[in-house]
């Protein structure tokens, strides 16, 4: 394990995948759908390339549980796409505060659909959490009675629920772990999620102009040098220590937002990132602590316990 450099792969990760978002929002008459096929379509040399040179094509591209493999991509394709359009209502931070909803998000799903257990301090994260959302959208309730208020607020409900897509993509994603390679993992999801987009195409592609163009395609091989530098930070380090450099994605975001695009943050979109932030360091915390127990527990005497 080498922590350091796993730190630093998913801090450029993060950073790759706001750079990637301002592009999409920067091509604002392109639609969501043509958006995610061309993140997808251009990422997917960069991943196959990526996947050749460890050695994992193409036995390390069989997949067993296509079910899941079919869950993930699709969940995490609408999730995409309505992220891309949330881009076109909201500030560029507040779209990434939104988003970081999805740890928590996660917890309740998994304890609705797969019966997990809420604990005093999950219970807690995930209460800090949604207040952190509601604080969020508060002036987006009070704005709407003009048409730009009620389009801020569109934007914020399209937002969350691409945050609860991606909450079901992990928890597929989760009930894959250890189930099925990486390599396939990563290589289908990029290939579902370039097919659904292009499955957009009959309801109203635009012709991009050349700037546009080259943004979308820029987009898509940073997308795909982002997904490399993800998959290849947790090979350095424990998902519980990477977890909490997430949230530099903020930091890009702040960033971008008000030098690009020239929107400053408020002071209840900061309050409500900083709860949800907080909620889901917790629970990053939390299940830190988890697994440490896991690995603790005695084994029966014979059973073999992998180093």
Same mark, same amino acid.
């Not at 979308?216 to 898509?220: D, F, N, R, T």
């Not at 940073?222 to 997904?227: H, I, K, N, S």
């Given at each position: 394990?080498?922590?350091?450099?796993?730190?630093v #792969?998913?801090?450029?990760?993060v950073g790759? =995948?706001?750079? #990637?978002?301002?592009?999409?929002?920067?091509a604002p008459?392109?639609?969501?759908?043509?958006?995610?096929?061309?993140r997808?379509?251009f990422?997917? @040399?960069? &991943?196959?390339?990526? *996947?050749w040179?460890? $050695?994992?094509?193409?036995g390390g591209l069989?997949?067993g549980h296509w079910r899941?493999h079919?869950?993930r991509g &699709?969940?995490g394709t609408?999730?995409?796409g309505l992220? =891309?359009?949330?881009?076109?209502f909201l500030?560029f931070p507040?779209v990434?505060?939104? +988003?970081?909803?999805t %740890?928590?998000l996660?917890?309740? =799903?998994?304890a !609705?659909?797969?019966g /997990?257990?809420?604990?005093l301090v999950?219970?807690?994260?995930? !209460?800090?959490g949604l207040?952190?959302?509601? !604080?969020?959208?508060w %002036?987006?309730f009070?704005?709407?009675a003009d048409?730009a208020?009620?389009?801020a607020?569109?934007g914020?409900m399209i937002?969350?629920?691409s945050?609860?897509?991606?909450?079901i993509?992990?928890?597929a994603?989760k009930? #894959?772990?250890?189930?099925?390679?990486t390599a396939?993992?990563v290589?289908?999801f990029?290939?579902?999620s370039?097919t659904?987009g292009l499955a957009?195409?009959?309801?109203g592609w635009v012709?991009p102009t050349p700037? /546009?163009?080259g943004f *979308?395609?820029?987009? $898509?091989i940073?997308?795909?040098? $982002?997904?490399m530098?993800?998959?290849?930070?947790?090979?350095?380090a424990?998902?519980s220590?990477?977890?909490?450099?997430?949230y530099v994605?903020?930091i890009w975001?702040?960033?971008?937002?008000?030098f !690009?695009?020239?929107?400053? @943050?408020t002071?209840p979109m900061l309050?409500?990132?900083?709860l &949800?932030i907080?909620? $889901? *360091?917790v629970?990053a915390w939390?299940e830190q602590r988890?697994q440490? +127990?896991?690995? /603790?527990?005695?084994r029966?005497?014979g059973?073999?316990r992998p180093?």
């Open positions: 394990m080498r922590p350091l450099r796993g730190i #792969m998913i801090v450029l990760a790759l =995948f706001a750079v #990637m978002n301002s592009l999409i929002k920067s008459r392109v639609p969501a759908g043509e958006a995610v096929f061309f997808s379509a990422a997917l @040399p960069v &991943i196959i390339v990526w *996947l040179s460890r $050695g994992h094509l193409p069989a997949a899941w079919a869950l &699709i969940a609408v999730a995409m992220s =891309f359009l949330g881009l076109k500030p507040e990434t505060a939104l +988003r970081f909803v %740890p928590v996660v917890l309740i =799903f998994a !609705i659909f797969l /997990e257990r809420f604990r999950r219970l807690g994260a995930v !209460i800090a207040a952190g959302v509601l !604080i969020m959208l %002036p987006r009070e704005g709407a048409a208020g009620r389009r607020l569109i914020a937002v969350l629920t945050a609860s897509f991606a909450a993509a992990q928890i994603l009930r #894959m772990s250890g189930m099925e390679k396939a993992i290589f289908w990029s290939l579902i370039m659904l957009t195409l009959p309801f012709w700037r /546009e163009a *979308l395609i820029c987009a $898509g940073l997308g795909g040098a $982002g997904q530098l993800l998959t290849e930070s947790y090979r350095f424990d998902v220590t990477l977890a909490p450099f997430t994605s903020m975001a702040l960033l971008i937002g008000y !690009i695009f020239n929107e400053p @943050p002071i309050a409500g990132a900083a &949800i907080a909620s $889901g *360091l629970i939390r988890h440490r +127990r896991e690995r /603790e527990k005695p029966p005497r059973q073999f180093e």
